[in-house]
T-cell receptor, first 116, second 111 residues
Framework: GAGVSQTPSNKVTEKGKYVELRCDPI?????LYWYRQSLGQGPEFLIY????????DSGLPNDRFFAVRPEGSVSTLKIQRTERGDSAMYLC??????????????FGPGTRLTVL | RKEVEQDPGPFNVPEGATVAFNCTYS??????FFWYRQDCRKEPKLLMS???SGNEDGRFTAQLNRASQYISLLIRDSKLSDSATYLC????????????FGAGTQVVVTP
């Protein structure tokens, strides 16, 4: 079946602009995650949705970052007033939900964000 | 100290040889453990979940040592296509949605 998809694959923007990154999870997966990865580092957790609600947003670095998942499927990560330090690969993952927890996370191809 | 640490390598391995490397974690509340493989500029792909008894998938063997708080990955009969960065990920029992990743171990298999 289809995996996690993310659009756009690349986004170049100017400092101070607003960007939206989209994630379409694996069909039937109720849990969705956003991570970002800088060169030479592992993915860093940003936020996790269970259904429509953000179950854990402790990784969002500041209030310029916001994510939504209004219908419990597609999610959008929104970054306001972008800064050069926001440049990174933004990865989305999804998993099924299991009794007592969540399943293994499967990643999409990512959106490479470059802030000039 | 980082919560999940890995030797960055690179581990240069002749084709057909065996390579093994570890990942240490600092939080004793960690409950689930995973190995991901990441090729250059691609997304992480799940390689294995690590079970408490250790598990094997073909040429890959993962082990968990809770007492010393590390997981290991062993690759037997290395192929050129095994060249990649191997990320370990840890999930704590009090934070089900969040995977904590190490920075990865680079493996280069040479002909």
């Amino acid at each position: 079946g289809a995996g996690v998809s993310q659009t756009p694959s690349n986004k170049v923007t100017e400092k101070g602009k607003y960007v939206e990154l989209r994630c379409d999870p694996i069909s039937g997966h109720t849990a969705l995650y956003w991570y970002r990865q800088s060169l030479g580092q592992g993915p860093e957790f940003l936020i996790y949705f269970q259904g429509t609600g953000a179950a854990d947003d402790s990784g969002l670095p500041n209030d310029r970052f916001f994510a939504v998942r209004p219908e419990g499927s597609v999610s959008t990560l929104k970054i306001q007033r972008t800064e050069r330090g926001d440049s990174a690969m933004y990865l989305c993952a999804s998993s099924s939900s299991l009794a007592g927890g969540v399943g293994e996370q499967f990643f999409g191809p990512g959106t490479r964000l470059t802030v000039l | 100290r980082k919560e999940v640490e890995q030797d960055p390598g690179p581990f240069n391995v002749p084709e057909g040889a065996t390579v093994a490397f570890n990942c240490t974690y600092s939080n004793s509340a960690s409950q689930s453990f995973f190995w991901y493989r990441q090729d250059c500029r691609k997304e992480p792909k799940l390689l294995m979940s690590v079970y408490s008894s250790g598990n094997e998938d073909g040429r890959f063997t993962a082990q968990l040592n809770r007492a010393s708080q590390y997981i290991s990955l062993l690759i037997r009969d290395s192929k050129l296509s095994d060249s990649a960065t191997y990320l370990c990920a840890v999930r704590r029992g009090d934070s089900w949605g969040k995977l904590q990743f190490g920075a990865g171990t680079q493996v280069v298999v040479t002909p």
